[in-house]
């Protein structure tokens, strides 16, 4: 039996949005402990709403995918929110900042470019 290949799998940002997760779930690997339910949390959950915001949103009409994508950078940027906060919290090294702000911005502008071309 042939696996289902669905569409939003082949999106570059849908691929792009599983590696952040990747890098959101090595980042909270090391929050201490005291934050394990809540910013870690919050973290994981504001990455992973970005996987499957795009991955529900397919399933619908143009429209509905455009504004499944505009709940997802939502989700980008609350994970610019607690990325800042976790630095702020010396709970994360400027390197790790670094790399999930520069994620978010790619994601940003992937999600950005994607809903431009569902307008047409």
Known sequence: MNEENFVFE???VYQKALEYVDLVYGITKNFPRA???S???QFKRASVSICLNIAEGSGGSRAEFRQFLKIARRSVRECIAVTEISWRQ???PSEEKQW???CCVEL???LNGLMKSLKS
């Open 108 to 110: 940003s502008k992937m």
């Open 35 to 37: 934050e394990v339910f």
């Open 10 to 12: 082949n999106l570059k």
């Open 90 to 92: 010396k709970i994360i």
């Open 39 to 41: 910013l870690s949390d």
């Open 100 to 102: 999930s702000r520069e």
